[in-house]
Structures are given as C-alpha cells and as structure tokens.
C-alpha cells in the first residue's frame, strides 16, 4: 500500500513479551494437622490454587468457615449482606462457597452477584486480615467439576493472600470437628439469609502454593503513512487486534464443553478489524 515501516531496526514487527498462560508448578502441598495425624491432599485431584492466588509457603493457619464470603451493602431495596459479621478471621484461612445462593429472587441475584467473583471475595477476605480463602463448590452447585479451573485471565494481579478451591470430599473432612455438613449449611444459606460464620476447631492448614506464568514472545506490525515529507509531531494511530488466539484456556472462552481446547477461530471478530483497518490504510494512501 506504500506504507513505510515502524517497527524495530526498520522492520515492521514490535516484539513484545506476553503472560499466555499459567500452569501448575512443582512444589504445591496442602496438609491437614488434626493433632493426631497429618494428612496429605493430591493437587488437581482434591484440591488447586486459583491463578491470581499468592504463591510460596503460607503460614500453618487455622480454618473459618464464612457462608458465600460476600460482602454487600444496603442498596436497591435490598438490605446488607455481610457473611462475615461477627467473625474474626485474622490470620486464617477463610472457606466460602462457589458463586452466591441459589433460591433468592432475580433482583436479589443480580444485587449480590456484583460481589461476588473469586477475585472480589479473595479481596473481601484478605481486606479482613486473612491468610487465605478456600473455594467449595457444594452439593447444591449445578457444576461438572468441583474444583474451579486453573484458568488464564488478562489480569495478572495477585490477590496477596492464598487462594484455592477444594472438593466437597475434602471440604467435608474440614468441617468434620464441627459436627456439620456441605448439604445442610448450603441448604440454609441458600435461601438468602446469612448464616453465622463459624472457626472449625482442632485443625490446621499448612499449605504451598506453586503457579508458574507462561512467558512467550508477541509481535505488533506497524506501518507508517506520513502526512509530509516529514514526520510530523503529532500521529493518528488506526489498529486492530488479534485478540483470541489459542484453544481457550482463558477464563472469558465461551467455548461448550466438546469444544474445549480447540483452535478459536476469529473470522467474525480479529479478522474484520484487520480487513477495516487494511482497506483504511488504502484508503488515506490513495487520498493522499
């Protein structure tokens, strides 16, 4: 089109380094102390850390168990949602449920579920003082798997606490010293009206967490059309984006479930704005 290039040493590629994914790395440990034994868990099996969970060896710490673990104001009609009220959960590990109730209204849905992503209740409960927040997902979850994937998403921020997701089994020997099950808690929280958190006695969590990010190498192309002779101060920049490359590894793939880790093609989506922003280039080069 008689652009001329702008990228590095005269080429027309900017290379630039990207996060394209995260995997689990060597040295993850989860162990119960009871006082009498200690006992081991299997990572990917009975339990994994989240992506944006702290990473290195956490303090043995004791275990609270916080309902749904949101934190809601008083709005829209609605009253405050607080899983925490009464609860001292300094320096310990926080287990919550997946997503939020289940037999609330509509409205009362889409108050609480502005509060209540992973990211937003690790926030909650390390604002609150605590090591680290344990995902359950519970009998009553309609999910295919219990434990929350490990999956890639565009922010890299860390929650500056632990954060993982456990089985049912596993959360069930959590809760064994209490006397209560998944089944009847979820049951009563889930028609919408917190339930009292509680700490669970007689145990400790002694946890290492171990998420390595995938580094690989990116390029832009870019290509200059100068309005002048000279380059000018100022530029308008026209781009387009290729923005889903891979097979779907990232938490916003809307893949179904037979389509997972395939190819995700863009033809209606990266491929336009590529085509819109070629036929613009044309476009100023011929007016010009």
Known sequence: ?????????????????????????????????????????????????????????????????????????????????????????????????????????PQLRQHLNRYASLRYKAMVARDKGARGLIVVSGPRAQVKEQLVPLSFDSSLAVSSVGVMTVTNAVAEQFLRPTGKTLKDLQAALDAGTPVPGFA??????????????EKRTGRNVVARLSASDTPGKNAVMVGAHVDHLGRGAGAGSLAREDEKGQV?????????????????????????
């Open 200 to 213: 669970i006695p007689d145990l400790t969590l002694e946890v290492t967490i171990d998420i390595a990010q």
């Open 1 to 105: 089109l008689g652009l001329t290039p702008a990228g590095d040493n005269g080429s027309f590629f900017q290379s630039f380094p990207f996060t394209a994914g995260v995997s689990l790395g060597e040295n993850n440990r989860l162990t119960l102390h009871t006082g009498v034994e200690a006992r081991k868990f299997t990572v990917n099996t009975d339990w994994r850390p989240l992506t944006f969970s702290q990473t290195g060896e956490i303090e043995e710490s004791e275990i609270v168990f916080a309902g749904y673990g949101i934190v809601a104001p008083t709005a829209d009609g609605h009253g405050e949602y607080n899983a925490y009220a009464d609860l001292d959960v300094t320096d310990k590990w926080v287990m919550v449920f997946r997503y939020l109730p289940e037999d609330v209204t």
């Open 264 to 288: 995700h093609f863009g033809a209606d989506d990266n491929a336009s704005g590529v085509s819109g922003m070629l036929e613009i280039a044309q476009a100023l080069t011929e007016a010009k």
